[in-house]
């Protein structure tokens, strides 16, 4: 996590080294008689909470690789500037991708309000086409929704639409466009918005920590910049936040922290979050809060398209637990696909041969795929590795959506800086058995009784051989 606030423009400029807590409402008067000025942000990093410093009090969430909106009181009023426009992204370190997005970035910042309050946000499009804003689970007036053609018209390149509407609910929400949708949200364009509760509420517990992110996917090709727009379901790239492993962000906690992470999915599959070493509770979904009665502890949810789900829990065990979805091919990044399956065939000597016509040819997964993991393998520029990362106790072998949840006693409260691998007590990590081998005790009666072995007459044994037909492919 960067510290560094500087990289945010507030609303003075050029004030250098300004808190995050400061710039959430200070506004000069030449500005409050304009719109405000859009806050752009330029950095991937997972920036510091939004400690607010007008309106109502609330307990600010932490945007995995991400920010929160600064906005400006007005007459009672919260007003937000989101700027549509063509964004740089950094998905991983040495892997850029260029994008759509709100503000500098994809996704673009998370907009938190408190249940109540009056709220007023100025979208500019600086895109190339028309573009709309929906606000994804908000109860608001139907002109307010944001689907162009539908319930108002399309902002069009150069123009600023304003949206105002009173925070009725409190929950987590999304916000997207609703025009040019499949290009769009395909492009990156795409938001969370917190609405906290005004005060205690009975389903909504208080949290130490509070985490959200979205889910993502971009089908980009190998060392191009630019998504592929028209896929439907091969997306190569699977993200939180336009991020993948290992450029995500690990969840830093305290031991005993009460911890919440919100995650909402604008990609085109479900996708089961993962958590390991705790069981979690599903608190939320954007419908609202769940009653207490209707919560079961999981360690999996599967978070469905167009919906979001928050989980809870004690992290009350130390260590460096992985969280991720546990769709196996959504943990690796682009060149992982269309690979035929080569175990157990032996290639030694042939990719010798082969070498010496192509260089730097390599076979892949004759020893499964984890090889790949620690692999030089020369990639085009700005490509992500398939499966890369290097963790304590070698390579991780790891892409996509994947992240480790970093619970550690000596944390103080609101540090959120990565502290390190986790020294594990003596004693507590797996280990090589170094002594002798017991022979399996083969079972002898593999059908039981009703099928015992010894019946069996090796003649009946059917086998069906199918010939190749003109029509299969010959290698
Ligand atoms: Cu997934």
Known sequence: MSNNINSRRNFLGGLGAITAAASAAAVSKVAMAALPEPVIQTRPDTMPPLVPNTGRPYNPVVTLNGWTLPWRMNKGVKEFHLVAEPVVREMAPGFTAHLWGYN??????????????????????????????????????????????????????????????????????????????????????????????????????????????????????????????????????????????????????????????????????????????????????????????????????????????????????????????????????????????????????????ITELIPDYMVMGERGMADMGEMEMPLPDNTAPMMTGEGPFGGVAMGGMFSVLKVRKELKRGDYKDPGWYRHPQGSVAYEWTGKLAEPNRSKSAGGKSMPLQQKNQAEVEVQVRKPTGKMHHE
């Open 104 to 353: 500098g970035q994809s996704p673009g910042p998370t907009i938190e309000v408190v249940e109540g309050d009056r709220v007023r946000i100025f979208v500019t499009n600086k895109l190339p086409e028309h573009t709309s804003v929906h606000w994804h689970g908000q109860r608001l007036p139907n002109g307010m929704d944001g689907v162009s053609g539908l319930t108002q018209v399309a902002i069009q390149p150069g123009k600023t639409f304003v949206y105002e509407f009173v925070a009725r609910r409190p929950g987590t929400f999304m916000y997207h466009p609703h025009a040019d949708e499949m290009t769009q949200m395909a492009m990156g364009m795409m938001g969370t918005w917190i609405t906290h509760p005004k005060g205690a509420h009975p389903l909504i517990a208080e949290v130490d920590r509070d985490f959200v992110f979205l889910l993502n996917a971009y089908d980009i090709d190998p060392g191009a910049y630019t998504p592929k727009i028209m896929t439907m379901l091969d997306f190569n790239l699977w993200s939180w936040n336009s991020r993948i492993f290992p450029g995500i962000d690990p969840l830093v906690v305290r031991k005993n922290d009460k911890v919440r992470i919100r995650v909402g999915n604008l990609t085109m599959t479900n996708h089961p979050i993962h958590i390991h070493g705790h069981e979690f509770q599903v608190t939320g979904t954007d419908g609202g809060p769940i009653p207490h009665a209707a919560r079961w502890p999981e360690v999996t949810t599967d978070v469905a398209v167009g919906q979001m789900r928050q989980f809870e829990f004690l992290a009350d065990e130390e260590g460096d637990w992985a969280f991720h979805c546990h769709k196996s091919h959504h943990t690796m990044n682009a060149m992982g696909h269309n690979v035929p399956t080569l175990i157990g065939v032996d290639h030694s000597g042939v990719a010798k041969q």
